[in-house]
């Protein structure tokens, strides 16, 4: 059974980096069949998808956010990572990673989500 | 940027049908997903491509897409359906959520 198991700090200072992994069980990330995405939720609040990545690197990114934002994908560790530079408090958020199907993109297992507070 | 709109919330009386729409434009010519939250909870994908279900979610919960509003519809509405649902597409490689809708059974 597939299981995405989200990690990371749960406070960044404003201006700092935000870095987040996924692990994924039960399926291997190294496959053509799925993108791998993150997605986010401010407190309160609906559904930011922030970007997805391939197994072999390929990226999509959220235009709102691209200028600060790197996927990445580690096959041997069946793993991909978020890295959010330059935070402030707008990104404080529960941050979900979850599989994403390539050809019309739904994204069908989640995460149980990480709560990410930026303050000082 | 393409824009989804949704009712901020619905209220359907238990054991009716409760209906949830999601506007865009030209959203018939997209293929529209649907996603559940209950509090507390990840997102789960409910309807897929418009009007296919995942494994394990009943019958009773369906969707359909024409023209600018694809609707997500659910039949004999459960206490435990009680939930935010968001509608979501691809546009221009960015997948887009609509805002979320509250549904609230009576």
């Known amino acids: 059974q597939l299981r995405l198991q989200e990690s990371g700090p749960g406070l960044v200072k404003p201006s700092e980096t935000l870095f987040l992994t996924c692990s994924v069980s039960g399926d291997s990330i190294n496959t053509i069949n799925y993108y791998w995405g993150w997605i986010r939720q401010p407190p309160g609040k609906g559904l930011e998808w922030i970007g997805s990545?391939?197994?072999?690197?390929?990226?999509y990114y959220n235009p709102s956010l691209k200028s600060r934002v790197t996927i990445s994908v580690d096959t041997s560790k069946n793993q991909f990572s978020l890295k959010l530079t330059s935070v402030t408090a707008a990104d404080t958020a529960l941050y979900y990673c979850a599989r994403d199907e390539p050809t019309v993109n739904w994204f069908d297992s989640w995460g149980q989500g990480t709560l990410v507070i930026v303050s000082s | 940027s393409y824009e989804l709109t949704q009712p901020f919330s619905v209220s359907v009386a238990l054991g009716q049908t409760a209906r949830i729409t999601c506007g865009g434009s030209?959203?018939?010519?997209?293929?529209v997903h649907w996603y559940q939250q209950k509090p507390g909870q990840a997102p789960v994908l409910v309807i897929y491509?418009?009007?296919n279900r995942p494994s394990g979610i009943p019958e009773r919960i369906s969707g359909s897409n024409s023209g600018n509003t694809a609707t997500l519809t659910i039949s004999r509405a459960q206490a435990g359906d009680e939930a935010d649902f968001y509608c979501q597409v691809w546009d221009s490689s960015t997948a887009v959520f609509g805002r979320g809708t509250k549904l609230t059974v009576l």
């Open positions: 990545v391939y197994y072999s690197g390929g990226t």
């Open positions: 491509a418009d009007d």
């Open positions: 030209d959203i018939g010519n997209k293929n």
